[in-house]
Each structure stands twice: as C-alpha cells, then as structure tokens.
C-alpha cells in the first residue's frame, strides 16, 4: 500500500492544452496582442493556429500601440496587415502609434467596411490627403482620435462629411513654449479645424481638441452646430479667451476641460511641453521622439552628442526579434 502511494504521489499530470475548449482558447488569446499571437501563441500547434488564423472574431479589435517601439517600422506594418487580413472585413476597432503609414492605412481602408473606432498617436507617416481618402470607407465610423501626428486641421471637414455618425473625435496637437509666447501674435491662431468641426460633425458628444489653434469664434461655432456635444476638452488652447460669453456657451457642457486646467490625466502628457503658465506638470517636459524645445546649452549639447554615440552602439530593441522573423 505505502509503495502504491509513493508511487501515485511522484506522478506528473500531463495536460493536453491543445485540447483546451475553445471559448476558454479564446479568452486566453483575446489577453495577447497581436504580435504574441501572430509568432508565437498561434504557431504552438494546430488547434491554435486553427483559432488564429480562422476565426476573425479573434481579430475584430486590434491594439497595436507600441508595436512601434519594439518592432520595426516594416514589420510591425506587416503584421499589422496580416491582422486585418484574418479579421476578414469584420474589423470594429484599430488603434496604433508610430509605425502607421499611408500605405497601411489605405490597406485598411480597402477591408475594413465596418470599422468603427481609428485611434492613431505619433504617425508622421500619415497626411491629410491619405486620412481624408481613407474615411470614405468608413461611413460606421463613430470614434476617431488623431493624437500627435502629422495630420491638421484642414481635415477635419473631410472626415465629417465621410462619417456622418462620429460620435467622439479628438485631434491634439503639441504646443511649445515658444508658441505659446507668441500665441496672441497674428498667424498663430487657426479656425480651419474648428469651422469644419461645426459644419460637419453635428452628432458629436465628445471633442478633445488639445494644443488646438482655434480661437473664441471657432469654440462658439463648435458650441452652436454640435448641440449633442457633452464632452470637450480645450486645454492648450492658448488662443482662447474664456469671456464671460464663451463661459456662459459652455455651461451646458457636462464634462469641460479649460486651457489651463491640469494635463495630469492625459495619456500622452509626457510628450508635451509643460510650462509655469500651465499647473499640472515639471517645468519642462521634452518629447523623446522629436526634439519639440532647444532647450540644452552650450555645455550641454556635448552630453548629449555622448548619449548619441552611446545609443548608436546600442542598436534597437528590435533586434532581438530579428531570429523570430527570420524563421517565420
């Protein structure tokens, strides 16, 4: 009896994961993102790789933010179609930073007929003429989110002419210190956006314009051709002026950000320039990705040019992920 028992307790339970139900399959893989399914998860055996690459389901909502700093450019783009392409026209949602380009974008646009949320950050790939075009096929469209790109103001008609649902548009901007001293000064202050916004976006319910060149006449117009509006967010927006009129127009807005209300609970608050004028940050804040502010001395711009040569020895994270690609 006793060596029956030592032998019972020294048995190792073998689990056959590739006989794991499928609802329970896909609550696991709908934990991953996409490149830990697409080379790794979804490559383990046949079961799962029959999940990944035949049930669009799995697909229909894409996160790729960061895909951008741990990937190349290339190869998260690739990825990125693949993606789409297993989603199989059932694509809702796609949201990613940096690595997003023209090119990627119209694939999107090419099968992706229900999308209805685009949420791109840092893409200076993308230009007013692609994002413009892109959006015709999206006429579901009800929440967009342009967030440190390239893209401008001008576009904002277009888009609203294109998706006649848009619920929740956001299109910030990043200002520098330098901008805001001569914000007041002529040129510096830019309606486009806005007056497209009023003349095309009548569904909205959320706006988050930060760092945003618009005026009091812009907000006022927004104010009056966006009846629905219950959430806007004008912080940065140097050129405005909350007079007692504009205050009053805003009242009946649930949820109001104002120019100098604190930018701490802004996802990409690290990426702007935050002066004394505005609370809610350091002194200065300098984005890593573009040089927004000249702000190293003389002295200082030699540590910096070590810290140069220190990362080109270095080479990128992505790397690492050169093996991985290379047997897929």
């Given at each position: ?11 190792v ?32 055996c ?23 700093d741990?990937?190349?450019t ?13 989603a ?33 950050s ?7 003429e ?5 959006v ?78 618009l ?23 140097c050129n ?34 935050i ?19 000249d702000v ?25 992920y ?7």
């Amino acid at each position: 009896m006793d060596d029956d028992a030592g032998e019972g307790e020294g048995e190792v339970e073998i689990r056959d994961w590739a006989g794991m139900p499928s609802d329970a399959l896909f609550a696991v893989f709908g934990r991953l993102d996409v490149a830990d399914i697409l080379t790794g998860a979804g490559r383990a055996c046949r079961a799962w790789r029959r999940l990944a690459d035949g049930d669009p389901a799995l697909w229909r909502r894409l996160d790729m933010t960061h895909h951008g700093d741990i990937l190349e450019t290339e190869e998260a783009e690739a990825m990125a179609r693949a993606a789409v392409d297993r989603a199989a026209g059932t694509l809702q949602s796609f949201c990613a930073d940096t690595f997003v380009t023209d090119s990627l974008l119209s694939y999107i646009s090419g099968r992706a007929p229900s999308l209805k949320s685009l949420q791109l950050s840092m893409c200076d790939e993308v230009s007013n003429e692609a994002l413009a075009e892109a959006v015709k096929s999206f006429p579901q469209l009800e929440e967009l989110e342009i967030t440190f790109c390239s893209l401008n103001s001008n576009v904002c008609e277009s888009v609203g002419r294109a998706c006649p649902h848009l619920k929740s548009f956001r299109l910030n901007e990043r200002w520098t210190i330098l901008q805001r001293g001569f914000a007041a000064f002529e040129g510096m202050d830019d309606d486009t956006g806005a007056l497209g916004i009023a003349s095309s976006m009548p569904e909205l319910r959320d706006l988050q314009l930060i760092g945003n060149n618009l005026t009091n006449t812009g907000l006022a117009a927004i104010l009056d051709h966006c009846p629905r509006l219950e959430s806007l967010d004008v912080r940065r927006c140097c050129n405005l002026q909350m007079d007692d009129a504009l205050r009053s127009k805003c009242a009946r807005i649930g949820n109001l950000r104002l120019p100098r209300d604190p930018i701490t609970d802004f996802k990409y608050r690290a990426y702007l320039a935050i002066s004394d004028d505005y609370p809610g940050g350091s002194d200065i804040e300098v984005d890593m990705y573009d040089d927004l502010l000249d702000v190293v001395t003389d002295e200082e711009d030699a540590e910096f040019d070590d810290m140069a040569d220190y990362i080109d020895g270095v080479g990128s994270d992505a790397d690492m992920y050169d093996d991985v690609f290379d047997d897929v």
